[in-house]
């Protein structure tokens, strides 16, 4: 089974394609935006962990706001709002036992100690299941306070916002600010954008025109962050062909991968807000490790989805193909998306196949194909009650 290898090509296209498939590879699949009671997240971080290493997932960042699970932390035991509730620390002490769960009272209330990353990896990590250290870089960017997120990975320090007199300005600071740490470790690391339309805070024009701005959520779980736009705003679908059209023709710059995450929130009630098991991503790699999954997400060896499973995804100089893991019962939709060098539609259509199979054979007019997989199943806790099982490929640059 060979995975998406879009690495660069000497071609006069400039086409990417998929080399050899190499050794051992295989899909892991992750989520890199996780909220715990580090932060703002409803419980405590080994319950995260729990859930997702119980639901087959293969790496997991917990990516709290401007800080890691490091230190000594306690939160107190109250509502549930923003604390933990009592009704949560029976289950952790049903879940995990009396000895696992460290609580004190203080004056008059009680309070949890919340687990560090440097004692949940020992309970958790194997062979099969890695923990990535990373954050959500949080910051807030002029009169308006416009919200900026960026979730980064596999680094050891906290990565302060770095703030800016814009929104452009901000975002070039925090990628440079992730390039450096990344410099000083001597690790590879990575900065996505999340959710550009959450407050309306981020603008297709502003995500363009940062050219260091190389990875985005295409899908985000949390029902807060308007995925789909509305009359005025594009949807993050649309904002991803704008994004790509106008670097790839005007600004000289390169791709935009998208990812899939859940930005989960809320564990204890099925439905709420923002919920595990949404959105994830599928990296091929050799080795489930942190430096290794890294490497494979710069090359754009990775896909996002919100349920369908790919067994391939082939790019070759002349086209671009996908293979359904089908599943019995199920039908599937494969639609090819791209711009055309000076077309008048931006994200047109190309073509749509019906089947476990697809492929799309490149005509070298385009400026980049991707493709969209979709499922008749709807998704069972989707972001959007409509939303059906989808997998989004990573866009492959066509001519230059």
């Known amino acids: 089974m060979r995975g998406i290898f879009l690495l660069s090509l000497a071609s006069a296209l400039g086409l990417l394609v998929a080399p050899s498939p190499r050794g051992e590879a295989r899909w892991w699949k992750g989520n890199t935006h996780t909220h715990t009671l580090w932060s703002d997240g409803d419980a405590a971080p080994e319950l995260s962990a729990d859930w997702y290493k119980q639901h087959g997932y293969h790496f997991l960042v917990l990516s709290d706001h401007n800080v890691q699970l490091e230190g000594e ?13 009592p009704e949560q620390v029976e289950a952790l002490v049903e879940r995990f036992g009396a ?3 460290e609580w004190r009272e203080r004056e008059g209330g009680k309070e949890l100690r919340l687990r560090t990353l440097s004692e949940l990896r020992p309970r958790f ?7 990535i250290q990373g954050e959500e870089i949080t910051d807030a960017i002029g009169e308006k306070r416009a919200p900026l997120h960026h979730n980064s990975m596999n680094h050891s320090d906290v990565i302060r ?5 814009s929104m452009r300005e901000a975002m070039e600071k925090t990628v440079a600010a992730v ?5 000083r470790s001597g690790k590879p690391m990575l900065v996505h954008l999340n959710h550009p339309n959450f407050h309306w805070a981020v603008t297709p024009d502003d995500v363009a025109h940062v050219l260091g701005e190389r990875y985005f959520e295409v899908y985000n779980g949390h029902r807060g962050v308007r995925n789909h736009g509305d009359a005025v705003h594009p949807g993050t679908e649309a ?13 000289g710059g390169d791709v935009l991968y998208g990812l899939a995450t859940d930005d989960t929130h809320n564990y204890h009630q099925q439905g709420a807000t923002a919920t595990p098991g949404r959105g994830w991503i599928w990296v091929r790699s050799e080795q489930l ?4 999954i890294v490497r494979a997400m710069q090359a754009g060896d990775f896909y996002a989805s919100s349920g369908v499973r790919l067994e391939d995804v082939v790019a070759t100089a002349e086209s671009l193909g996908v293979r359904v ?3 019995a019962g199920l039908t599937y939709v494969t639609k090819f998306i791209g711009t055309r060098t000076g077309g008048d539609v931006t994200g047109e259509l190309l073509q749509r196949s019906v089947g476990a199979s697809a492929d799309y054979r490149f005509n070298g007019n385009e400026l980049y194909v991707r493709a969209v997989v979709i499922s008749s199943r709807r998704h069972a806790n989707g972001y959007d009650p409509d939303d059906f099982e989808t997998a989004w490929t990573q866009p492959v640059r066509v001519a230059r």
């Open 125 to 131: 990590e194997d062979e099969g299941f890695l923990f």
């Open 161 to 165: 916002p770095a703030g800016g007199d």
């Open 239 to 251: 904002i991803w062909d704008y994004v790509l059209t106008l670097r790839l023709s005007k600004l």
């Open 99 to 101: 000895k696992q769960v």
């Open 179 to 183: 390039e450096e740490a990344s410099k």
């Open 289 to 292: 490790t942190a430096d290794a």
């Open 325 to 327: 893991a089908a599943e």
């Open 73 to 85: 932390r306690w939160v107190e035991v109250g509502t549930g709002r923003g604390e933990a509730s």
